[in-house]
């Protein structure tokens, strides 16, 4: 889920200085080269300047850790390990079920509906990058949560987050990934065994560390993780445009203090998102996200040539997604 809280942050990382303050954070995804074996650097801390945060410690491995690749600018987009794959080059689309929307130009589509519905009809995909729902609306349906000095609070998402089970959407992505694709996909910590009784093979579990993260009204630890997993369709060797190493740790403050005002109440950074669609797919290549929400992974995708199909059951973030994808990718 998004913390909700705003606030500014300065992380200072090897050479490099991020500014996340919602108005100075850029986009870039330089990565290692590959082949090449990073030095070891001892673990420092971030040094933050969000007011009562303490400076946390995370262990660096490489001067383009998970900060840097989200931070570094990016001038090899267009290099040969980030080439068009010549053998996937068509938007293959379910038939008999007409898009929301549809750029054919950029090969991106939109369904409006149930993904259990749509997804037996699509043709086979290179990577499936989605935030789905974790269950976690409704548990405290018969009265809010009220701590003295705060407003009542409530995790209440939707009617879609009230029910969860990840064993059939983990068949499904199965099904329409080709083989060599790859899953990557958030989940709540509860979830985590769920995720390995997959018929994917397990990579990698890896945490969005979040700078800023929602405030805690009752006594216990402070959601400050994300998680997110990594797995692979056995049968060919996944694409891994990440180079030598890349951290599972990825630091970052939320949504709501990098891009303003939130249009959906689980909404990911879209610097989050990219460096996942850069380094597990080629440009041509087609990303699916089953669970699209606002479309931040479809943005992502048109911004880094790739091919796009959301899905979303809910029609007003079908209409918030295609006003975003209609805006004009700028050049680097």
Known sequence: MPSEADG????????????????????HYGDSTPGHVPPAVEARPNVTTLTGTQPTMMPVTSLLSAVDATCKQTDDLNSSKNS?????????????IKPYYHDESAGIAIFLG???????GLGAVDLVLTDPPYGVSGRHDEAAIVVEGHAPYRRQYGDWDKEWDPSWFLALAAEVL??????????????VGAYHQTPLTQKKLGAWVKTNPAPRVRPGYQHALEL?????????????????????????????????????????P??????????????????????????TTLRAAKDLGRKAIGIEIEERYCEIAAKRLAQEVLAL
């Open 8 to 27: 500014g942050l300065t992380t200072t990382l090897g050479l490099e200085m991020m500014s996340v303050n919602g108005e100075d954070a850029q986009e």
């Open 84 to 96: 068009p794959n010549e053998t996937n080059q068509k938007l293959l689309l379910p038939d008999g």
């Open 114 to 120: 149930d993904c259990r519905e749509v997804l037996p």
């Open 178 to 191: 080709r083989p060599g694709g790859s899953l990557v996909c958030f989940l709540a910590d509860e979830w």
């Open 228 to 268: 997110w997993v990594w797995q692979v369709k056995e049968g060919a060797t996944p694409t891994w445009n990440g180079g030598f190493t890349q951290s599972n740790a990825i630091v970052l403050a939320n949504a709501a203090s990098l891009e303003g005002t939130l249009v959906h109440p689980t909404q990911k």
């Open 270 to 295: 879209l610097v989050l998102i990219k460096p996942f669609v850069y380094r597990h797919s080629n440009v041509g290549e087609t990303i699916l996200d089953p669970f699209m929400g606002s479309g």
